[in-house]
């Protein structure tokens, strides 16, 4: 028979595939991709698209479960659960399946078979551990609503008490929203340009403090947003920086040009290693607190040896590795393209009375071929976006035979590929450690050493 769009038919999962859907065979023949399934379910499923040789499709119901579902089936709304992708599997199975994700792309992308992929270093929280949470608004009849984009759209499901926001983070939004609803506040509709709210976005800390950022449709802040704004803070002593983000152009990135502070600190403090970082709104800082302490340690310990070294932290944010690294080496220097995170760097180090760390605000695809060129660097820590490495950088690293190299990674994919053209220069990938910094979510992080043959 022929399948079709809508058909609802009977699935048995296989396995779990890179990108973290379930894989099954209809007829033992043709392949269907299912969001949140586990190998050994039994389902009824919805297909949502076809092509030549494979489908897509939901779940409607299980017939019966795999054994590495969790036990509370209520908990799951099938399509995509508060955005946790990975929700419905044990902790432990997801930590085996993000270790295989990097396996399988290491071998087949990087074409690596030989080097050990360690086991996953799971998190110590599992949930509420998100840091920075920011949801878009939108409205569900007249009501002012924020949440998730459900997946390939740009509608919004609610979560009340999400599970990955920091519960500060949630309470805080829970407040804004019942306000902006009283206060009968538009909300910005992206198909005709038009309405103010956009987005919130929360920042915690591990002081329970917390930094608000409303982000309008808008070129300037009027009285009745800044009484809003004011009205949460004094409901939260937590809140201690409030800004505006003014963003009226057409595009997908939430936050705007112009971040204006209404009220409280400039920047928000998190400490790390005895070391009080600042971040502004629109600074990089790693969103899981407890599992970023444990990736900087083991990233640092990759190192053979820091003492009296020069070294690089390139895509450096805020410049939280170099500052710690900086306690032994000999000199640190940190590229970094945000000109906020830059200057949240520089405060911190001034605070912390550390005078060998120097910023560079730049691109590293300019920065780090003129920086290698003109002093002796012994060792690198690479930790680029999602898009990797430019290849001239990798080549660049290579040609000035900086002999070792810690490569972070939030994409195990460019990693691979990254890794490909370091091993063709002579580089050696002498381990791999996956790190689990976004737990019920099928993200992995992933540490690598590299040495020069
Ligand atoms: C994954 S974050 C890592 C930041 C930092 N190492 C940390 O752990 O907080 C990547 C950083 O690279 C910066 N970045 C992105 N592209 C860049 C480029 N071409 N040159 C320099 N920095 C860049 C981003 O602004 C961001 O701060």
Redesign the pocket.
Same mark, same amino acid.
């Given at each position: 028979m022929k399948l079709q769009k809508g058909q609802i038919i009977e699935l048995k999962i296989e396995k779990i595939v890179y990108g973290g859907e379930g894989l099954g065979y209809y007829n033992n023949e043709f392949a269907m991709f299912v969001p949140m399934s586990v190998p050994g379910d039994i389902l009824k499923v919805e297909i949502i698209s076809l092509k030549k040789t494979y489908g897509r499709a939901l779940i409607k119901s299980i017939i019966s479960p795999g054994e590495e579902r969790i036990s509370d089936l209520n908990r799951l709304t099938f399509e995509d659960f508060q955005g946790c992708d990975f929700g419905m599997l044990n902790y432990e199975s997801q930590l085996k399946y993000k270790r295989d994700m990097v396996e399988d792309v290491v071998r087949r992308i990087g074409k690596n078979s030989i080097v050990n992929i360690e086991e996953t270093l799971g998190s110590p929280v599992e949930s509420n551990y998100r840091n920075k949470v920011i949801e878009p608004f939108s409205l569900n009849g007249n009501e002012i609503i924020t949440g998730f984009f459900k997946r390939k759209s740009h509608d919004v499901f609610q979560v009340e008490d999400n599970m990955l926001n920091s519960i500060l983070g949630n309470k805080i939004i829970s407040k804004l929203k019942d306000i902006l609803n009283k206060k009968k506040i538009s909300v910005y509709d992206e198909k005709r340009h038009k309405g103010l709210l956009r987005h919130v976005m929360v920042r915690t800390n591990s002081f329970n403090e917390a930094m608000l950022v409303l982000i309008i449709n808008d070129t300037k802040i009027s009285e009745n947003i800044k009484e809003i704004l004011k009205e949460v803070m004094d409901n939260f002593k937590e809140v201690v920086s409030v800004y505006v983000s003014l963003n009226d152009r057409k595009t997908n990135v939430a936050l705007g040009n112009k971040n204006i502070l209404i009220c409280g600190e400039k920047t928000i403090k998190e400490d790390i290693s005895g070391i009080h970082f600042n971040i502004s709104p629109t600074s990089?800082?790693?969103i899981n607190l407890e599992q970023t302490r444990r990736l900087y340690e083991l990233a640092i310990s990759m190192f053979e040896n820091i003492e009296n070294k020069n070294i690089v932290d390139a895509? %450096?944010? $805020?410049g $939280?590795?170099g500052m710690i690294l900086s306690k032994k080496a000999k000199k640190v220097y940190s590229?970094?393209?945000?000109e906020s %995170?830059v200057k949240d760097g520089i405060k911190t180090a001034k605070e912390n009375k550390i005078e060998n760390v120097e910023f560079i605000c730049?691109?590293?695809?300019q920065e780090l071929g003129k920086l290698i060129k003109a002093e002796a660097i012994d060792s690198i820590i690479l930790?680029?976006?999602r898009k990797g490495i430019d290849e001239e950088s990798l080549l660049n690293i290579s040609k000035v035979g900086i002999k070792e190299i810690v490569y972070i990674s939030?994409n195990p994919s460019t990693f691979a590929r990254d890794i490909e053209i370091l091993e063709k220069e002579g580089y050696e990938l002498v381990k791999v450690k996956p790190v689990d910094m976004f737990p019920q979510t099928s993200h992995i992080e992933v540490v690598g050493r590299l040495i020069k043959k």
């Open positions: 990089f800082f790693q895509y %450096a944010g $805020t $939280t590795i590229i970094e393209i945000v %995170a730049g691109d590293v695809n930790d680029p976006p939030c």
